[in-house]
């Protein structure tokens, strides 16, 4: 077949009706259950002024330096589309004066996210999330909370042999030594790195620790590890985070290695895959941690916070590789079929009663031969087609046909909906 003029962009793609039941299926999920721990949804801009994340997700991360979709506007504003949620977020809980709110202010969004990246499986420039932010609490327990809430979802949505992993990466008091140390430690390796590990040693050190290159693993295994040199709150804080775990029986794996991709983190990251038959899955299904001075470090006051996001593409491609079924949508059980221009004038206000009574009927008023209409009726499956003809019109009523037995029955139009209710609920 000749390949159409015009394509979805590269990397991005139509959400077709056959996948929005999963869609619909997640959301669903997700509502129910952030609602049951009192959140609150908030939608952001697409588009935000650039200096957002080059500060908030920072300049030297991947993200920043090679994904953004920046532009100047005709205005000569330089926005980008969002990348990713958090700093928006942090933007509006500053913007919007919520840190006058009772604290924790907790928030959910659900949208489509924006990275130029290299397209692959379960890697996409536009993507969707759906991810929540705390905001104002200091203590380990919304940590823990976060990959619990988290957990509960993908469980919820039934799948199976997910993998926590959590580090803590510190924070401003213990880090930057630890940095120097492991700065010192990869110099004196730095032959054996690959190049892109080569740039981030001058830039973003952490960043080498969860290099994918075979060439580095052997370096990275001996580096110095950040939970070794913990400062004492940021020790507690761990500590606390993992007894937490522990009283919640949720099992979980210490990844000195997880530093996540994103400059705003301090203390607690942690990361939610599925381990496939062969070990460690292809790719983080949620990410997220705590971020304790980004509010500050967007000009708002110094705030405590903690998060996470989910890729939902992934999570779709997750539950239909595991077949996974789940309630959908009932379909409709009856059909209305009409005949000649007065029934179908007729038709079109019939279904409106049904609608308001809820009651869902399918129809094909674009046909006009019974035959086709029923054939329709057929292939959808209905119960009972309802079926109006100018006779039917004339005399005030219609004949309702159980569509295995074939058997008809008239019945007057005022009491059609009584009947129908009654059928259907057999
Ligand atoms: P992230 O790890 O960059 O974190 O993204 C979170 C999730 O989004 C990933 O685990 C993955 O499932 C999905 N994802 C990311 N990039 C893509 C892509 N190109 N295609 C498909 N799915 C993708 C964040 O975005 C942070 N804002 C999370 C956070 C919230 N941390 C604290 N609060």
Known sequence: MKKP????????????????????????????????YGFKKIDTPILEETQLFEKGTGLSTDIVQKQMYSFRTKGGDHLTLRPEG?????RAYIQQGMFNLPQPVKLWYWGPFFRYEHPQQGRFRQFWQFGFEVFGETG?????????????????LRLKNLFIEINNIGDNQCRPY???????????????LCSDCKRRLRENPLRILDCKEEKCHQVISQAPQMIDHLCEECHDHFKEVLE????????????????????YYTKTVFEISQQSPEGKSQGSLVGGG??????????????????GAAGIERIVAVMKENNVKFPEPSSPKLF????????????????????????QVSESFGRDSLKAQLARANKIGVKYALILGQREVLENQILIRDMATGKQETVKLEKLVREVEKRIKK
């Open 140 to 156: 380990a327990v919304i940590d823990v909370q976060s990959i619990q809430i988290f957990y509960n979802i993908l469980r919820e």
């Open 5 to 36: 003029k015009f394509q979805s962009p590269t990397g991005m793609h139509d959400i077709l009706p056959e996948e929005q039941k999963y869609f619909q299926r997640i959301y669903d999920v997700v509502e129910n259950i952030v609602n049951f």
């Open 244 to 263: 937490f775990l522990d009283e919640i029986e949720l099992s979980y794996s210490l990844n000195p290695h997880l530093v996540r991709g994103l400059d």
């Open 336 to 359: 209305l079929a009409q005949l000649g221009t007065l029934a179908k004038r007729k038709s079109l206000k019939l279904l409106e009663d049904f609608r308001k009574q809820k009651i």
């Open 86 to 90: 958090t700093p928006s977020i942090a």
């Open 178 to 192: 630890y940095k120097k140390l492991l700065i010192s430690y990869f110099r004196s390796r730095e032959t054996n």
């Open 290 to 307: 705590r971020y304790d001075v980004l509010t500050k470090l967007l000009g708002g006051k110094p705030t405590p916070a903690c998060g």
